[in-house]
C-alpha cells in the first residue's frame, strides 16, 4: 500500500512537472517565437547569412527600395539611392541594427504564431512594408554631404513621419568595396548617425540655454550684456566668444551671433540644477523612439563634478562645449517642439504593411506627444530662431524657405578643421511643416558647411510637393 502510494505522489510529480513544462514552452514561443525563427540557421529566411524571405520595402511613393527576386534579396536599381537608404533599410547581414530589414524582420518575412513563415512558402517571400521616406529627398541629401561624414534628417512635425534619414559614410551593398573594414574613409559605416552618433552640440546648445532663461530669468528680454571677445567668470579659465560684441548686446542678437560671452554668464546664472532640469525636459538623457520600436542614442547632459568644481565649466556647457552629447535625431525632435508649439510628435519610419495578397495588416504605432515646453516659450524661441536667419544668416541665402533656424560649431580640438558643423531648425509653413537637423564631421563652420546641405535638400523637398 505504501508503495502504491509513493508511485502515485511521483506520477503527481512528474505529471504538475510536465504541465509546468508545456506552459513554460508555450510562454516562451509566444513570446520568443519571432525571434527564434530569425535565427540565421533558418534556410527559409537566411541564405549564406543574409536575409532572403522578407517581404519588398517601398518608399512613401511606391518606389522599391529591397525586395526578393527568385530567392535573392536585392536593391533599388539605383546605385545613389542603395547608398542614400543603407542605414533605413538596413544591410544584407543586418549589421546596422536601426535598419528596418533588422528591426522588422519576422513582420516582412511574415511570421506569425500559428503558422509560421507559411508565407514565404507560398509566396516566396513575406509581408511588404512601405516607409515614410522619400527617395529622391534622402538621394539629394546624400549627393550634398558629398563623402562627407555626417547625417541630414528631416521630419514633419505635425505629424512625426520622417521623409529624410541620410547617414554617411555609406556604401552600396550590390557593389561592396573590398576596403570597407579597413579604410578610414568607411569608418564607423554601420553607425546610423542620425540615431546612434553622438556629438558635441555646440552652438545648438544655446537654444537649451535659451529656453531655460526664458522660463527662469524674467527680464531676460530687457537685459543687456557686455563681450569684450571673452568672460571671464569668477573662477577658471576665460571662456572666449568668437567675435567682440561690444557693451550692448541683447537676448535676441546674443543667439542670433552666437554670443558665447553673454550665454556663459546666462548659463552661470541659471546654476546647474535649472539647466539640467530644462535639459531632461527637452528629452537629453532619453532615447528617441521610432515607430515606437527604434531607439536613437540617449545622450547625456555635462553634470559631471567638473562643473560643480568651477563657474567656468557650467559656463562652457551652457554655450555646448562641455561634457555634454547629444545624438542629431534628439536636436530634431527639440526643433520640431518649439516648431510645434511646445509639443513633440513621435516619430515615425512605418507607412503600413501588407501581405502578398495586398490585405493591409495592423501595424499599430505610437502617437505619443510630449510636451517639452508651454506654448509661449516656444512661440518666443521660434521668433528668435526666426531672427537668426533675417539678421545673421541672412534671408537672401534661403530664400523661399521661410526658415528659423540655429547654427553650432563644435570645437573638438584646436585643428578648426576638425570641427563638428550644426544646423537646425524648422520652416514655418503650414505647407511645409518640416523640421531638419544637418551635422558634418570635420565640417568647420556651422553656417557656412551644414547651412547650404539644409538649403539645398529643403529646396528640393518644396519643388518636389
Not at 144 to 157: F, M, Q, S
Not at 202 to 212: E, Y
Not at 342 to 351: H, L
Request: hydrophobic content about 35%.
Amino acid at each position: 500500500m505504501k508503495m502504491i502510494t509513493k508511485r502515485g505522489i511521483f506520477l503527481w510529480i512528474m505529471s504538475l512537472a510536465f504541465v509546468v513544462g508545456l506552459v513554460f514552452m508555450t510562454v516562451s514561443l509566444v513570446q520568443n517565437g519571432d525571434t527564434w525563427v530569425m535565427k540565421r540557421f533558418n534556410h527559409h529566411v537566411y541564405s549564406n547569412g543574409e536575409l532572403i524571405g522578407a517581404g519588398t520595402i517601398y518608399d512613401k511613393d511606391g518606389d522599391v527600395l529591397a525586395e526578393t527576386k527568385d530567392g535573392d534579396r536585392v536593391y533599388s536599381d539605383s546605385a545613389t539611392t542603395r547608398k542614400s537608404t543603407l542605414h533605413v533599410v538596413g544591410d544584407p547581414k543586418n549589421f546596422i541594427s536601426t535598419g528596418v530589414q533588422s528591426v522588422y524582420s519576422a513582420r516582412l518575412t511574415g511570421y506569425s504564431l500559428l503558422f509560421g513563415v507559411h508565407n514565404i512558402q507560398k509566396y516566396g517571400k513575406g509581408n511588404d512594408l512601405k516607409l515614410t521616406i522619400d527617395r529622391d529627398i534622402c538621394d539629394e541629401a546624400y549627393k550634398a554631404l558629398d563623402g562627407r561624414k555626417g547625417t541630414v534628417g528631416i521630419v514633419n512635425y505635425k505629424t512625426g513621419e520622417i521623409v529624410c534619414s541620410v547617414s554617411s559614410p555609406s556604401y552600396d551593398v550590390e557593389d561592396v568595396p573590398d576596403n570597407l573594414l579597413t579604410s578610414e574613409r568607411y569608418e564607423g559605416v554601420y553607425i546610423n548617425r542620425l540615431l546612434d552618433a553622438h556629438y558635441v552640440p555646440g552652438s545648438t546648445f544655446k537654444l537649451v540655454t535659451a529656453i531655460c532663461a526664458i522660463e527662469n530669468i524674467p527680464d531676460i528680454y530687457s537685459r543687456e550684456w557686455v563681450c569684450n571677445g571673452e568672460y571671464q567668470p569668477e573662477s577658471g579659465v576665460a571662456i572666449k566668444c568668437n567675435a567682440n560684441h561690444g557693451k550692448h548686446i541683447n537676448f535676441n542678437d546674443a543667439l542670433a551671433k552666437s554670443c558665447n560671452s553673454t550665454f556663459a554668464q546666462i548659463a552661470i546664472e541659471l546654476g546647474q540644477e535649472k539647466l539640467a532640469t530644462t535639459a531632461k525636459e527637452l528629452g537629453i538623457g532619453s532615447a528617441v523612439t521610432v515607430s515606437g520600436t527604434i531607439d536613437s542614442y540617449a545622450g547625456h547632459f555635462d553634470t559631471t563634478d567638473k562643473i560643480k568644481l568651477g563657474v567656468d565649466a557650467l559656463g562652457w556647457t551652457g554655450i555646448g562645449q562641455g561634457n555634454t552629447r547629444i545624438a542629431p535625431i534628439t536636436m530634431l525632435r527639440i526643433v520640431s517642439a518649439v516648431a510645434n508649439g511646445g509639443t513633440a510628435v513621435s516619430f515615425n519610419i512605418v507607412d503600413s504593411l501588407a501581405n502578398q495578397a495586398g490585405k493591409a495588416l495592423d501595424f499599430t504605432l505610437p502617437s505619443n506627444q510630449l510636451s517639452m515646453m508651454n506654448s509661449d516659450v516656444a512661440a518666443k524661441l521660434k521668433k528668435m530662431m526666426r531672427y537668426n536667419v533675417t539678421n545673421h544668416y541672412g534671408e537672401s541665402r534661403y530664400k523661399g524657405l521661410n526658415l528659423c533656424a540655429k547654427s553650432g560649431t563644435a570645437q573638438i580640438d584646436s585643428n578648426e578643421n576638425h570641427n563638428i558643423a550644426w544646423f537646425v531648425g524648422f520652416m514655418d509653413d503650414s505647407e511645409h511643416p518640416y523640421a531638419f537637423v544637418v551635422v558634418i564631421e570635420n565640417g568647420n563652420s556651422g553656417s557656412q558647411t551644414a547651412g547650404p546641405v539644409a538649403k539645398r535638400v529643403l529646396t528640393k523637398l518644396v519643388e518636389s510637393e
